[in-house]
T-cell receptor
Framework: SQQGEEDPQALSIQEGENATMNCSYKTSINNLQWYRQNSGRGLVHLIL?????REKHSGRLRVTLDTSKKSSSLLITASRAADTASYFCATGDNAGNMLTFGGGTRLMVKP | DTGVSQDPRHKITKRGQNVTFRCDPI?????LYWYRQTLGQGPEFLTYFQNEAQLEKSRLLSDRFSAERPKGSFSTLEIQRTEQGDSAMYLCASSRAGLTEGFYNEQFFGPGTRLTVL
């Protein structure tokens, strides 16, 4: 079963705009990871945020984590057409044995 | 750079046949995971190895599924008597064990094996 739920399920923006995706989860976590998946390609790891962290940056990506609300957000700034992909959040449990993925947000960036 | 590799990339089989997939993890990673992804959904965990020991299995992994990692390096996933519901992308991932207890690292995924059962 999927623990996380991404919101929105689909997002269409113009190149240069920012894209924000949200993820909610149900149980306690050790970490939360965001992945990107292009059509026909594998999952690419974007960023990992640990349960004791609140915000993390990597290039044009900004991730926040609110463990009290069991939610996270991924912000992509100055989007590019190449950012078109599905984005998944995945929570790592305290045993560190597996990731539980949400259903993903399908982002389309129009040139 | 050698990331996670999987073979084959695509497999078409008839219902009732057995199939086997192979995963080669990143060489220094001691953890290896198998996930299944159906169209429009996120991946779902199947099983996990630390070195050669299979430590966890999902309830999704019926008795028709078996996974091995005999020498703690590559892994195989076999599906016996395939059913149409087994059609999916099978993803392998690997990670390095954390240096300290409770410190887990990101998982790196391979390109997947797309299985179609006719």
């Amino acid at each position: 079963s999927q623990q996380g739920e991404e919101d929105p399920q689909a997002l269409s923006i113009q190149e240069g705009e920012n894209a924000t995706m949200n993820c909610s989860y149900k149980t306690s976590i050790n970490n939360l990871q965001w992945y990107r998946q292009n059509s026909g390609r594998g999952l690419v790891h974007l960023i990992l945020i640990r349960s004791n962290e609140r915000e993390k940056h990597s290039g044009r990506l900004r991730v926040t984590l609110d463990t009290s609300k069991k939610s996270s957000s991924l912000l992509i700034t100055a989007s590019r057409a190449a950012d078109t992909a599905s984005y998944f959040c995945a929570t790592g449990d305290n045993a560190g044995n597996m990731l539980t993925f949400g259903g993903g947000t399908r982002l389309m960036v129009k040139p | 750079d050698t990331g996670v590799s999987q073979d084959p990339r695509h497999k078409i089989t008839k219902r009732g046949q057995n199939v086997t997939f192979r995963c080669d993890p990143i060489s220094e990673h001691n953890r290896l995971y198998w996930y299944r992804q159906t169209l429009g959904q996120g991946p779902e965990f199947l099983t996990y190895f630390q070195n050669e020991a299979q430590l966890e299995k999902s309830r999704l992994l019926s008795d028709r599924f078996s996974a091995e990692r005999p020498k703690g390096s590559f892994s195989t996933l076999e599906i016996q008597r395939t059913e149409q519901g087994d059609s999916a992308m099978y993803l392998c991932a690997s990670s390095r064990a954390g240096l300290t207890e409770g410190f887990y690292n990101e998982q790196f995924f391979g390109p997947g094996t797309r299985l179609t059962v006719l």
